[in-house]
């Protein structure tokens, strides 16, 4: 079982760029919840997932990020035009029911130049 | 505010030296509170998971107690090691809203030889 797995590991992207983070769950899960962690501080969650369907979105920004899940692949976090804001480690979590398991990713650190 | 608070926010101690760390939650009703681990870089790592029945749950030589009535939690580290550096995260998920961890902002250990 290889475990939550999320690439890429880090990220660098220029002020308007957009950025693409990806997430396995373990197998099994289809369940699926982002979470950002800024400097600092504590982790936030940002959105839960069920394959094919946004369940909460609440933690999101409104603009310029989006989230999914597709029937096959893995699920996307996507932020476009990104700012210096932006830049956080972004983790995943899976569970193979409603209530999150304990099993979260290795974390995407985006940098925002 | 937060609804999880811990203290310290950082401790030093030294190889083989036991602490405590404590997490004070307004979260109610609560589902369940999470210890985790985080080392620098890394995914966070469950590391006991208590009901609001529970008093204290044993990992190893962590040991994490839970009072429901003054909303606290403590972690106990026994005889810590080098590998026990790392960021301690106290969460604990509502009953409402059972897949939104609320996460504290954590306790970093620095343990030394």
């Known amino acids: 079982n290889a475990g939550v797995m999320q690439n890429p590991r880090h990220l660098v992207r220029r002020r308007g760029q957009e950025a693409r983070l990806r997430c396995s769950p373990m197998?099994?899960?289809?369940?699926v919840y982002w979470y950002r962690q800024l400097p600092e501080e504590g982790l936030k969650f940002m959105v839960y997932l069920q394959k094919e369907n946004i369940i909460d979105e609440s933690g999101m920004p409104k603009e310029r990020f989006s989230a999914e899940f597709p029937k096959e692949g893995p699920s996307i976090l996507r932020i476009q035009q990104v700012v210096r804001g932006d830049s956080a480690a972004y983790f995943c979590?899976?569970?193979?029911?409603?209530?999150?398991?304990?099993?979260f990713g290795q974390g995407t650190r985006l940098t925002v130049v | 505010k937060n609804q999880v608070e811990q203290s310290p926010q950082s401790l030093i101690i030294l190889e083989g030296k036991n602490c405590t760390l404590q997490c004070n939650y307004t979260v109610s009703p609560f589902s369940n509170l999470r210890w985790y681990k985080q080392d620098t870089g890394r995914g966070p790592v469950s590391l006991t998971i208590?009901?609001?029945?529970?008093n204290t749950k044993s990992n190893g030589r962590y040991t994490a107690t839970l009072d429901a009535d003054t909303k606290q939690s403590s972690l106990h580290i026994t005889a810590s090691q080098l590998s026990d550096s790392a960021s301690y995260i106290c969460?604990?998920?509502?009953?409402?809203?059972?897949?939104?961890?609320?996460f504290g902002a954590g306790t970093t250990v620095t343990v030394r030889a």
């Open positions: 979590a899976s569970s193979p029911q409603r209530q999150p398991e304990a099993f």
């Open positions: 969460v604990v998920i509502a009953l409402s809203n059972d897949y939104k961890l609320s």
């Open positions: 197998k099994g899960h289809s369940h």
């Open positions: 208590m009901t609001f029945s529970e």
